[in-house]
């Protein structure tokens, strides 16, 4: 079953990734190097490399489910922020740790931050079994961020999102970038925002419609 898993693997890299304009060297090869089936449920693993968001935790009245995020879009994120070798990573909303994972294949510390205990419990033990040593994991609001290992090179939010928190933005340091998905369905695209001498700004890059990530969307106003 491993060789299996490891041609899906290489099929996603060459068939998904490729594709959709992922060219960065060594993000390919962490997406080539990361088993993705470990980190998704049991009877989900022979879906684990399919081209779109898996659901791991399906949803329950009004909460929302969690996914992986599609691969080609991690990938494009990854490339859009530009992560580098010797850069400290936030991983917002990292669910069961693939993220993290990838992540961790490609910059110096990635800190996966998880809002659901047994969602961070299994990042955390599966990292550590599979021996992703410059990567951790902890537990808090995610629109809060984690402020102890502030300031970040990355940032990153595994979902898509109606805003950007002024508390994730303050945790960026110096020439710092955070990406993300901004807004739902086909409308929605990809964002950068990089800090320069304090100041943020802003630009949208590539189309992107992902599922949500709880915690990040705007109340309705009330209509007189």
Do not use: W
């Not at 060219?23 to 779109?52: G, I, M």
């Not at 945790?171 to 943020?200: C, D, M, P, Y």
């Amino acid at each position: 079953m491993s060789s299996n898993f490891s041609q899906l693997r290489e099929n996603m890299v060459e068939g998904q990734l490729r594709t959709r304009d992922v060219t960065n060297l060594a993000v390919l090869q962490a997406f080539s190097e990361v088993p993705r089936e470990e980190f998704v449920p049991e009877s989900k693993r022979p879906l684990a490399y399919l081209d779109e968001d898996l659901e791991i935790v399906p949803r329950q009245g009004a909460v929302r489910g969690r996914y992986l995020m599609e691969p080609a879009v991690l990938g494009r994120l990854l490339q859009l922020a530009g992560v580098r070798s010797t850069d400290l990573v936030l991983d917002v909303g990292c669910a069961t740790g693939y993220s993290t994972a990838v992540i961790s294949r490609v910059a110096s510390f990635v800190v996966g931050l998880e809002t659901d205990a047994a969602l961070a419990e299994k990042a955390s033990s599966t990292l550590s079994a599979l021996g992703y040593g410059n990567a951790t994991v902890v537990t808090g609001p995610l629109e809060a961020g984690h402020p102890a290992h502030a300031p970040y090179d990355v940032i990153i939010l595994q979902g898509s999102v109606d805003y950007v928190p002024e508390a994730l933005l303050n945790q960026l340091g110096e020439g710092g970038r955070l990406v993300t998905v901004i807004g739902t369905g086909n409308s929605a695209r990809a964002h950068i925002f990089i800090k320069v001498e304090g100041v943020v700004s802003e630009r949208a890059d590539f189309n992107a419609a992902i599922h949500p990530l709880p915690g990040f969307q705007k109340e309705p106003g009330f209509v007189f």
